[in-house]
C-alpha cells in the first residue's frame, strides 16, 4: 500500500465517508475525491486495512459492532416530540382600549434534562429567537445503516425491517386517502357529445322526438 492509501484508510474509519476520506488523504477535488473514493474502497488491501484499524478502534473503545450500529440506529429513530413538547393554544390579551381578546398562539417547550436522553443531543444553544435543540442528522444515520447492515445483530435488522414496514404503511395509508372519493371525468368526451342531436349517439331513441 502507498502512504496516501493508508491516510485513506485512516480518514476513512473517522468519518465513514469515501468522498471526504480521499479529498483529504490525496488533496484533490471534491469533482476528483467523488469518483475516486469509492474506486479505492473496492481495492482488497484497502478494505483489509480497513477491517484491521476499524477493530483496533473497536477495541479500543471497548464497543464491538453491534454498539456502533445500535447507536446510528437510535439516531434513525429519534424523534423530535421526545425532546420538545408543541402547539397551539388560546390565551387572553388586553388592548389598548381594555378590551379582551382570545386569541390562538403557538408554543414550543423543552422538556426538562431528566425526561430525555441527551446522548442524541448535538447541540442546545439560546439565540434571540428562543433556544434550539439541534438532533444528529437522521438521513446521514440511514446511509450508514444501508451501508453497513452486516454489522446488524438479528434484533437490529428485524428493528429495521419494523421501521421499513411502518413506513410503507403510512405512505400507503396516505395515498389511499387521497384517492378515496375522487371521481375522473372525461371533459373531452363530454364537449365532443355536447351538443348533439340525442338520437345521433343512443340508438334506442329516435331522432324525430318533436
Known amino acids: 500500500m ?53 477493530q483496533n478502534r473497536l477495541n479500543r473503545e471497548m464497543l464491538d459492532e453491534s454498539d456502533i450500529f445500535q447507536w446510528y440506529l437510535d439516531i434513525a429513530r429519534a424523534d423530535i ?4 413538547e408543541f402547539g397551539n393554544e388560546e ?27 441527551g446522548i442524541l443531543i448535538s447541540e442546545i444553544s439560546k439565540g434571540k429567537d428562543g433556544v434550539k435543540v439541534k438532533l444528529p442528522d ?38 389511499d386517502e387521497e384517492e378515496d372519493g375522487v371521481e375522473i371525468v372525461n371533459d373531452t368526451e363530454q364537449e365532443e357529445t355536447a351538443g348533439k342531436d340525442i338520437g345521433d349517439h343512443h340508438p334506442e331513441v329516435s331522432g324525430d322526438i318533436q
Open 138 to 175: 437522521k438521513l446521514k444515520a440511514m446511509d450508514w445503516i444501508a451501508d453497513h447492515m452486516d454489522l446488524a445483530t438479528e434484533k437490529q435488522r428485524a428493528e429495521i425491517e419494523q421501521m421499513r414496514a411502518n413506513t410503507e404503511r403510512l405512505r400507503r395509508d396516505f395515498f
Open 2 to 54: 502507498t502512504d496516501k492509501q493508508k491516510l485513506f484508510c485512516l480518514y476513512y474509519i473517522r468519518c465513514f465517508n469515501a468522498t471526504k476520506a480521499y479529498k483529504k488523504a490525496y488533496e484533490c477535488s471534491y469533482e476528483t475525491a467523488m469518483v475516486n473514493g469509492s474506486g479505492l474502497l473496492r481495492n482488497t488491501k484497502v478494505k483489509e486495512e480497513i477491517l484491521r484499524l476499524k
Open 81 to 84: 416530540k421526545d425532546y420538545v
Open 91 to 117: 390565551i387572553t390579551v388586553t388592548d389598548k382600549q381594555g378590551n379582551e381578546h382570545t386569541i390562538k398562539v403557538s408554543n414550543v417547550n423543552i422538556k426538562n434534562d431528566t425526561e430525555v436522553d
